[in-house]
């Protein structure tokens, strides 16, 4: 499995914008699909979008048209631009990557790592 970390997350006023990103080590990241994931307090962690290894993406109802997925082989890093942000995107978002797309939007990994908050302020 592919070893990512996470980063770029903070505190935000509703409407504003942050970029994560997704970093990964090794020469296979290209193969991988990568998944977007986030929990907040209380609630189970959901799969916020996912890439494929050809480029397709795909996006919770709740996000789309105000998050944009984005890979960049030659970085080994995925990004999620997220605009329009609302208080209720508040959570800890992590990245996972499988070269099955269906594990990713499975999700069902084991060691999910520290993640990276993010706030919305209302």
Known sequence: QVQ???SGGGLVQAGGSLRLSCAASGSTFSRNAIGWYRQAPGKQRELVAYI??????????SVKGRFTLSR???K???YL???RLKPEDTAVYYCKGD???WAVVGGSF?????GTQVTVSS
Do not use: I, R
């Open 4 to 6: 990512l970390v996470e």
């Open 52 to 61: 494929g290894n050809d480029g397709f993406t795909n996006y919770a109802d």
């Open 72 to 74: 960049d082989n030659a």
């Open 76 to 78: 080994n890093t995925v």
């Open 81 to 83: 631009q997220m605009t």
């Open 99 to 101: 070269p099955s797309l």
């Open 110 to 114: 084991k060691n999910w790592g520290q």
